[in-house]
């Protein structure tokens, strides 16, 4: 018999307790590679959605919820500002471009977005069916909302106000798709995009006397527009300017914190299995003493009873890893499914995070460190004196 299918047999000698100590690894394994995977992909598409604008300027407010609501579309707007106030903006030299945006209404969760074809350069966005709107109340689809919605070119789509699907729905003012993205990757592909002045038409009831749009998306021109616009903006108008770059990092600084302490506490649990792991290999070492006493004086050399040990200990770490892989990268994608179908950001569990190879690569380490005591007992064990105690 090998050593590995005695391995084997020891640790099915004890399937109650074997399956503890991998379920225990597993679970540590499993919320750190989640956390990776979660991790990565949020900066990721945080990091994604905001490279193409350098500036938002929106109404006073919270600069993190003007960035949330205009450049990644998962909160309510600041406000409106005021279309002349905008087109000041606009015009200023150290701007290169400035693409409005009109929000209000959702669609089944999906943002309404009313703004003009400089949107689709930001986001790197092509028409892959049909064209872009050019008239009031005709709207191009993303390509998630077109999949999820079974929307072609030519149907019909009524926006309700606000983000939730249960608003008031404007059933007065149907919109007519007229287009459908090519897949992005970008928040594009989860956005209904028509023109400002349809917003405006279904709006028209409520409108105020003068023209009002949510925010302008700035690119610069030059690198100084950098570290005056902005203060420009901020002291001398009625409007605030946020950087989506620095407002995304703080995003991910405040999440961070929650996301280390997850971290550490499945750091707890792994070493929990570990030290639960030394236990159990102690243990049956000291229960199998006459066993492997026998097997030396079989003719079993020292570094094969210290071998058995090893294996054993190493197949229940390596059934732990991949058990956890499995659940985290299960988990991750569950919930990416859930959060596909709710109109929110995409995550999947089909995908590999940077940080899981050096997991792997620690765990495996550390465990097999944790199993050398009990395989060195084995090793120096004296097989005459245990047989004699028997």
């Known amino acids: 018999m090998s050593l590995f299918r005695l391995a084997l047999a020891y640790l099915a000698s004890r399937p109650l307790l074997s399956a503890l100590n991998a379920a225990m690894l597993a679970l540590g394994v499993a919320t750190i590679a989640f956390l990776l995977l979660a991790a990565d992909q949020a900066e990721e598409r945080l990091t994604r959605d905001a490279k193409s604008v350098d500036l938002v300027v929106g109404a006073k407010g919270s600069p993190l919820q003007l960035i949330l609501s205009t450049v990644f579309h998962a909160d309510v707007p600041t406000g409106n500002i005021g279309l002349e106030e905008a087109r000041a903006v606009q015009a200023n030299p150290m701007v290169a471009s400035a693409t409005p945006l009109a929000l209000g209404d959702s669609f089944h969760g999906s943002r309404i977005v009313g703004t003009d074809e400089s949107f689709l350069a930001l986001h790197g966005a092509t028409v892959a069916q049909g064209r872009l709107f050019s008239a009031e109340m005709e709207a191009v689809v993303g390509a998630e909302v077109a999949r999820r919605e079974g929307l072609v070119v030519g149907a019909k789509l009524t926006g309700a106000h606000g983000l939730a699907e249960a608003g008031p729905a404007h059933g007065e003012h149907p919109y007519t798709v007229v287009g459908i993205l090519a897949p992005t990757g970008t928040v594009a592909d989860r956005l209904v995009l028509t023109s400002v002045e349809s917003v405006w038409h279904v709006h028209e009831a409520h409108a105020p006397a003068r023209p009002e749009i949510t925010a302008l998306l700035i690119r610069y021109r030059t690198p100084l527009a950098a570290a005056m616009l902005p203060r420009a903006i901020n002291a001398t108008t009625a409007m605030q300017a946020a950087s989506p770059a620095y407002e995304a990092a703080r995003l991910l600084d405040l999440a961070g914190v929650g996301v280390e302490t997850l971290r550490w506490f499945a750091i ?3 070493a929990s299995a570990a030290l639960s ?4 290999l102690s243990s049956a070492l000291q229960e199998r003493r006459y066993d492997l006493a026998l097997l030396r004086t079989l003719g079993a050399r020292p570094a094969s009873l210290a071998a058995l040990t090893l294996a054993e200990g190493v197949t229940l770490l390596v059934a732990g890893v991949i058990l956890g892989l499995a659940l985290g990268h299960g988990a991750a994608h ?4 859930w959060l596909s179908h709710a109109g929110s ?12 190879g050096l997991l792997v690569a620690s765990v495996l380490g550390a465990g097999a460190f944790t199993c050398l005591v009990p395989a060195l007992q084995a090793y120096s064990s004296d097989p005459a004196a245990l047989l004699a105690k028997r």
């Not at 569950?334 to 499914?337: D, E, S, T």
């Open 268 to 270: 707890v649990l792994m």
């Open 277 to 280: 792991l030394f236990a159990a």
């Open 334 to 337: 569950a919930l990416g499914i």
């Open 345 to 356: 950001w995409p995550l999947t569990g089909l995908a590999w995070a940077p940080g899981e």
